[in-house]
């Protein structure tokens, strides 16, 4: 019998009875045997190792533990207490005392390390063949890489070795092997989950990043995982709007960036190219604008990760070994990283100074877009043709990855479509950093929009989050009056960079009243059950952050409150306290603003 492996399924079998932990534990170990030729462990713990967490468990209760008994797996440069932490290299070999902060909260929230997997080497790479603990393979064509470096934690996810696993990301790490094993990989914001117990491949870029099998379990992973830690020099502090209740089903419409033609790379893939224009094809058809960006900014960005001085930090993580027992080191992995001791301070200065320019660019190309997609991998290549070519080839892997860190945005891979040889295929959503939230929700819309299998078992996605979530970062305002566009007060709306959403009416139960006094001249809205009408209103959508010093401005007897709208809905709105209608007159029957300024 094949186990629903989603969280959502693990609480359901284990809430009727149907399911243990132990027994889901000894399962997997006994899978996870069968599937040896695949390397995707490093270390497996054993029924001992295991059984400090199983009775932990006993004393949690599943109703208020949110990942009680589910399984995760952990990539081999993630400390677990007592394991040994190798970052696929024995010379390189330690055992920590205590897991890593993420790590740890994981197992607070009740989760179950399975075990530490493979890796490419110093997580130098993008293809899970640099490993001298064999190369992983796909978990749906044997022939095929697992992507890297985080290859055995896809590999692990998708055939039903743990429910999501921790992976790391520096140049895609965490995206490009949930492209390969149909799966979601969501690389969150630098500094979201604490670095602490991570051994740095490059320490001012790295990311845990995290596999699941869809954006529900995703968001319920990084809800337990993140959090600021003052041990951690990058660590940063998650802002409100991305906070896990702000997930969910994104509504209305979308406006998505896509690169134009001449800019995408599929290597000659043609099963590859062909269904990313399924997916967009598909996509066109769920009120989704897609936009032409120029990529040229985020690709000359990538380049700087290993052919500018980004490479010195790779150089820094492994220098002991390099200069101490550099034949321990992955050939390949030795042949990226040794040159990193060699650029000169000026270097390091130039390319920064002109990453800063290039991330100022990519951010412009996100503007008034709500995320860019792009394909999460241009092709995906058998193990032999990527031991032939290891170096260009992995660098074609990364065409669409590498820049992100650098430019500070976040990401999440979805799984979209199978090619006709039946491997996966999927795109990475991007937006800015802290957009974490914002990305999962569209996710899940994309995921509910093109549903695709749990991982390589045959079993359909559970039900996933439905709660509405509009555009992330704004409030909606109505204006009626002077702030309506064109008029005397719409700069305090646009200087803000606020938008016009769409022209409307109140429901019909309210009055409109020309306050006394002005310029500026004013209404007052009201609202009246009983004698009220229909008012001509306009809907503005502001970002959050100025919201506060917009309404701070706003003169009694005015302010903000909720008034309904003609679909029945009810948004931020101007009203007017009923003391400020001294000398007023009511001139509701004219039917809005603008009507009786040009009656005037």
């Known amino acids: 019998m094949t186990i629903d492996m989603s969280i959502s399924g693990l609480k359901q079998a284990y809430a009727n009875g149907s399911l243990t932990p132990a027994q889901l534990l000894t399962s997997i170990r006994e899978q996870a045997a069968a599937l040896a030729d695949h390397y995707i462990w490093i270390h497996l713990l054993s029924e001992a190792e295991q059984q400090p967490y199983l009775t ?67 997580a130098t790479g993008l293809n899970g063949t640099r490993s001298p603990h064999g190369a992983c393979h796909n978990a749906f064509d044997f022939d095929y890489i697992s992507g890297g470096s985080s290859a055995g934690s896809a590999v692990s996810v998708a055939k039903g070795l743990a429910s999501f696993s921790l992976g790391t990301d520096t140049a895609g790490s965490g995206r490009v092997p949930a492209c390969f094993n149909n799966l979601v990989g969501l690389k969150p914001t630098r500094g979201l989950l604490s670095a602490s117990g991570l051994v740095p491949a490059c320490r001012s870029l790295d990311c845990i990043s995290i596999f699941a099998l869809n954006s529900d379990d995703a968001n319920s992973v990084l809800a337990c995982a993140e959090g600021f830690d003052p041990r951690d020099g990058y660590s940063r502090a998650n802002p409100f709007d991305n906070q896990p209740r702000h997930y969910g089903l994104r509504s209305g419409p979308l406006k998505i960036g896509v690169l134009p033609a001449e800019q995408l790379q599929f290597f000659g893939d043609e099963q590859y190219a062909a269904a990313y224009a399924t997916t967009l094809e598909q996509l066109r058809g769920d009120d989704i604008e897609l936009i032409s960006i120029d990529y040229t900014p985020f690709n000359e960005a990538a380049l700087l990760l290993y052919e500018g001085p980004w490479v010195t930090e790779r150089y820094l993580a492994a220098q002991p070994l390099i200069d101490d027992n550099p034949e321990a080191i992955f050939p390949v992995v030795r042949e990226i990283i040794a040159p990193g001791g060699k650029p000169p301070a000026t270097a390091l200065f130039k390319a920064q100074y002109r990453l800063e320019e290039l991330k100022q660019a990519c951010h412009e190309q996100l503007a008034g877009l709500d995320c860019l997609l792009t394909p999460t991998a241009g092709r995906l290549f058998t193990i032999a043709e990527m031991l032939d070519e290891p170096v260009l080839r992995n660098s074609q892997l990364g065409y669409y990855t590498n820049y992100m860190n650098l430019v500070d945005m976040t990401s999440i891979a979805v799984p979209t479509a199978f090619t006709q040889a039946g491997l996966p295929f999927g795109v990475t959503l991007v937006g800015p950093a802290f957009s974490d939230r914002a990305l999962l929700s569209i996710a899940n819309r994309v995921q509910q929009r093109l549903p695709l299998p749990a991982g390589s078992s045959q079993l359909p996605q559970p039900a996933l989050n439905n709660q509405a979530v509009g555009a992330r970062d704004c409030i909606d305002v109505l204006v009626c009056g002077a702030h309506l566009d064109g008029l005397p007060l719409n700069w305090q709306l646009r200087e803000r960079g606020a938008v016009l959403k769409r022209h409307t009416q109140t429901a019909p139960h309210y ?27 306009e809907i503005w959508s502001i970002p959050s952050s100025e919201f506060g010093s917009f309404v701070a401005g706003i003169p009694a007897p005015l302010g903000i409150g909720k008034v309904q709208i003609a679909d029945g809905s009810w948004v931020c709105g101007f009203i007017c306290e009923p003391y400020g209608l001294a000398g007023s007159s009511d001139i509701s029957a004219l039917g809005g603003w603008r009507a009786y300024m040009a009656q005037r």
């Open 511 to 537: 009055l409109m009243y020309a306050l006394a006094g002005g310029p500026p001249f004013r209404p007052g809205l009201i609202r009246d059950e009983d004698a009220g009408v229909a008012i001509e209103v």
């Open 56 to 122: 932990a468990l006993a004393g949690k209760d599943p109703a208020t533990t949110p990942l009680w008994g589910v399984p995760f797996a952990i990539k081999d440069n993630i400390d677990l207490a007592g394991i040994p932490t190798t970052n696929g290299c024995a010379a390189f070999a330690y055992t920590p005392s205590e897991s890593s902060q993420v790590v740890q909260q994981l197992i607070d929230a009740g989760a179950l390390p399975v075990g530490k997997t493979n890796l490419d080497q110093f």
